[in-house]
């Protein structure tokens, strides 16, 4: 099928500084800053991309693993949660220590220079307890998340524990800190009440005092030490959101968990995340699930909740296909995002509490929040976090280039629904002259076929480039190059993304791979195309101006090999040994812990089921994790737990339960559960031992 996109129609950029609000300067002379396009770094475009990771969710030992990680997937920027009731679980009893402490966690991200944006709330949501806010606070004789004085004083205090734990660590004083997000999802989302939910389903209050709320935490912050270059709120769902004093962040999600709390019954849509859209351009007000109050090219448009993942909902079990995390920020980069933000980056387990137990929301498991995140609850490299690393690369190398490109959509996309398969979909970041070609094949609960023997013309203001013979495969996206000059050498068009330029004192080298699907061409200007041979990698020189500059083509899963920066442990040699459990109950095992290498960097409990809910507890009897069933591996930390040789661990399997009723009927307040039909079964257990330094 033909396309078309006309590069003579993109709208010409009028880029400028944002107030010296959104800027901020340290010791060193550094000075972080914005233009309503992009980020800046000492006044040069800066692609900002940030990862979810909360600290008080990850075990204290696997802090800097978890950084290094991050870093080494192309982040620059770590994003954590400050759950109030992770710290002031009881009044006026702050607690830093061990896994809460706030400050060793950004000492850690300065130390691999690493950004921080604190997210201090006071509401923060998260799936945590009350979406972070103390149960002490649900007694008081005032309104949670509103101006009155009373909630504000307890905020100061928070904010103020807070400032103190970070002195030293803000941007102005040569810190890694350069924002905080103040509240979450203001006037339009809140969590449920656990004081009470089951009985009332009571609520958090949602907030209704505007942007004068989130304007008194910024003043609160600042007046207790929380004095960052930028502050930032999110801003989808009719959030409020005052420009004039923070930077508004949106996101997306393709997994939506929460729309099954009251009606086990619905079906999930197909979302329009995978549709290009523009979201900074002045002409189109609003689009899927970005309606600014405030006209879009004044503020560049800028994420933090991106689905990196998605935690599974008591009432919806799924497989989550880790292709939709890069295929998402594709779309995002595509529609004039120049600051991704996932959410979650990494997974992790909450901290049991001081006065009650278990401090997530109800309807999630009570200690797990792996989240299917890119970096999975005990380190794991998910397939996500290599398919974010092709772009993260991609975007450190070009992203100067891409910052100030406007968004052109594809005429013959306009009006597609997200159910409809039948459709390329395509759209562009140009200048006008030169730009790169989106594409994106992935559909969340719709199945895409493969796109084969596609043609899309580019017009050009002097020429037009015909790409023809296009094909990609289903659940692929790709960035194309368009008409750029690489050193001296005009690359029409290229049927392959590009991934790096590395230059050396023989050579200059551009390394592209090769989409799932796309059968890789290179067309030079004034030259025929080149054609590499179908292998693994293929490379060829080409000379100008007196230099070398060699074009290499890799693979898709050989760009999985391609960093930068080794992650920890990133090559690999796993032992995994088969346990036997012994059942003890109808749907109880033991398991009993062998020997165990203790030069093993990571030590694995895989447990392979199915039923309603695993519950894994310790001699003691205390819940150690939980997992809801989603017919894929539950895994399990050996070290973080504490769990060593000897332990004998219960695995209790709730069964899944068909047509139960709650006989009530007798006279002498009887209660019991009956059921149709139980199902429950218990596969393969086994260790697994992750040694470092073995290919």
Not at 117 to 135: A, K, M, S, T, Y
Not at 555 to 560: A, I, K, Q
Not at 572 to 580: E, F, Y
Request: charge should be negative; aromatic fraction near 14%.
């Amino acid at each position: 099928m033909e396309h078309i996109l006309d590069f003579t129609k993109a709208r010409k950029q009028e880029i400028y500084p944002l107030p010296k609000s959104f800027n901020g300067r340290n010791p060193d002379g550094k000075e972080i800053g914005f233009t309503n396009y992009y980020m800046t770094i000492d006044g040069e475009p800066f692609f900002a991309i940030s990862g979810e990771c909360h600290f008080s969710r990850v075990f204290e030992n696997q802090w800097e693993d978890t950084i290094l990680k991050m870093k080494a997937g192309g982040l620059n920027i770590i994003s954590t949660y400050v759950f109030w009731n992770h710290h002031e679980e009881i009044e006026g009893q702050f607690t830093f220590e061990g896994r809460r402490n706030l400050r060793k966690f950004v000492e850690l991200c300065q130390k691999h220079d690493m950004f921080v944006i604190l997210r201090i709330g006071p509401f923060c949501h998260g799936e945590c307890r009350n979406g972070g806010l103390p149960d002490w606070l649900y007694g008081k004789p005032y309104d949670v998340r509103g101006n009155n004085p009373e909630f504000l004083q307890q905020v100061r205090l928070f904010y103020r524990a807070i400032g103190q734990q970070i002195q030293g660590l803000l941007f102005k004083d040569g810190g890694p800190i350069i924002a905080a997000q103040l509240d979450n999802e203001y006037m339009h989302s809140a969590a449920p009440w656990e004081m009470s939910t089951g009985i009332s389903n009571e609520w958090v209050n949602g907030g209704k005092d505007g942007d004068e709320y989130l304007i008194a935490l910024k003043k609160l912050a600042i007046e207790e030490g929380i004095e960052t270059p930028f502050y930032t709120c999110t801003g989808w769902g009719g959030a409020a959101t005052p420009t004039e004093h923070m930077l508004p962040l949106w996101g997306g999600y393709a997994f939506w968990p929460w729309m099954f709390y009251g009606n086990k019954d619905y079906k999930h849509p197909a979302t329009p995340e995978y549709i290009y859209r523009d979201n900074h351009n002045n002409a189109v007000k609003s689009t899927y699930n970005f309606e600014p109050f405030y006209e879009p090219e004044s503020m560049p448009y800028s994420c933090c909740e991106m689905g990196g993942g998605m935690i599974p909902f008591y009432n919806y079990r799924f497989h989550f296909p880790y292709e939709s995390v890069d295929a998402m920020a594709n779309v995002k980069m595509a529609g004039g995002c120049n600051f991704l933000g996932y959410y979650m980056y990494r997974g992790g387990t909450n901290p049991h509490g001081f006065a009650t137990e278990f401090l997530n929301e109800h309807q999630v498991p009570k200690l797990g929040y792996d989240y299917n995140a890119p970096i999975g609850e005990f380190g794991q490299l998910r397939p996500s976090y290599y398919r974010l690393r092709c772009i993260h690369t991609f975007v450190k190398h070009f992203g100067h280039l891409l910052c100030p490109m406007t968004t052109l959509l594809a005429e013959d996309n306009e009006g597609r629904e997200p159910e409809d398969t039948s459709f390329l979909r395509y759209a562009a970041r140009t200048d006008g002259e030169s730009g790169f070609l989106f594409i994106n094949n992935y559909q969340d609960h719709v199945k895409l076929s493969d796109k084969v023997g596609e043609s899309i013309t580019i017009k050009l203001p002097d020429k037009e480039i015909n790409i023809d013979d296009l094909s990609i495969a289903a659940g692929e996206e790709a960035i194309l190059p368009i008409n750029l000059d690489l050193d001296g050498i005009k690359l029409e068009y290229a049927t392959v993304q590009p991934l790096a330029r590395v230059e050396s004192p023989d050579v200059i080298s551009y390394i592209f791979f090769k989409p799932e699907g796309m059968k890789p061409v290179y067309k030079f200007e004034g030259e025929e195309p080149i054609v590499p041979e179908d292998s693994p990698s293929y490379s060829f020189p080409m000379y100008v101006n007196g230099k070398t500059i060699c074009f290499i083509t890799l693979s898709r899963e050989m760009s999985y090999e391609f960093t930068e920066i080794k992650p920890p442990a990133e090559l690999i040699n796993q032992n995994k040994r088969v346990l036997t459990p012994v059942q003890c109950g109808e749907s109880r095992f033991t398991i009993e812990i062998p020997m165990l290498n203790e030069e093993a960097k990571d030590t694995l409990l895989q447990i392979n089921y199915s039923g309603d809910i695993g519950s894994l507890f310790d001699a003691s009897g205390k819940l150690v994790h939980d997992d809801f069933c989603c017919e894929k591996t539950w895994e399990i930390g050996l070290k973080e737990l504490g769990i060593k040789e000897g332990d004998v661990l219960t695995l209790y399997i709730t069964p899944k339960k068909e047509d139960v009723v709650v006989d009530v009927s007798s006279t002498m307040a009887g209660r019991l559960e009956k059921a149709e039909g139980m199902h429950f079964a218990l596969g393969e257990v086994a260790l697994v031992e992750t040694l470092e330094g073995q290919a």
